[in-house]
C-alpha cells in the first residue's frame, strides 16, 4: 500500500504506521503518481481526492482500464468527497467478480 497527498494525508497514515508515502503538491502528484504506478509492489494506491481530480485525462483512462493497483482517492481535510468509486465496485474492479454478491 502506498499513499500519494498532501502534508495532512501523509502524516495521518504515517502516524498510523505506514512507511511507504509520498508528500507532494498538485503540481507534482501526476508526475508522482507515474513513477509510483511503474514500480508493480504496490497493489492499493490511496490519493488525494482533489490532486487526483486534476490529472490528465489519459492518465485517468489508463488507470480506469486498470485492475492492478487500486486507486482509493481520499477526501482532503475539508471532508467533501466530489466524486469516487465506491470501495466495493474498487474491489470489483481489481478482482473481477463481486465479493458481496449473494449466489
Keep these: 500500500m502506498m499513499v500519494i497527498g498532501d502534508a495532512p494525508l ?15 503538491t498538485r503540481d ?14 504496490y497493489g492499493i494506491l490511496v490519493v ?6 486534476g490529472i490528465d ?3 485517468r483512462k489508463k488507470l480506469e482500464s486498470m485492475a492492478y493497483p487500486v486507486v482509493i482517492p ?6 467533501t468527497s466530489v466524486e ?6 474498487l474491489i470489483k474492479r481489481a478482482l473481477g467478480f463481486d ?3 449473494k449466489k
Design 10 to 24: 501523509v502524516t495521518g497514515f504515517r502516524l498510523a504506521g505506514l512507511e511507504d508515502c509520498v508528500q507532494t
Design 28 to 41: 507534482r502528484f501526476q508526475k508522482d503518481l507515474e513513477a509510483v504506478l511503474a514500480k508493480p509492489e
Design 48 to 53: 488525494n481526492e482533489q490532486m487526483f481530480n
Design 57 to 59: 485525462w489519459r492518465l
Design 74 to 79: 481520499m477526501p482532503d481535510v475539508s471532508g
Design 84 to 89: 469516487g468509486d465506491e470501495i466495493r465496485t
Design 99 to 101: 465479493l458481496a454478491a
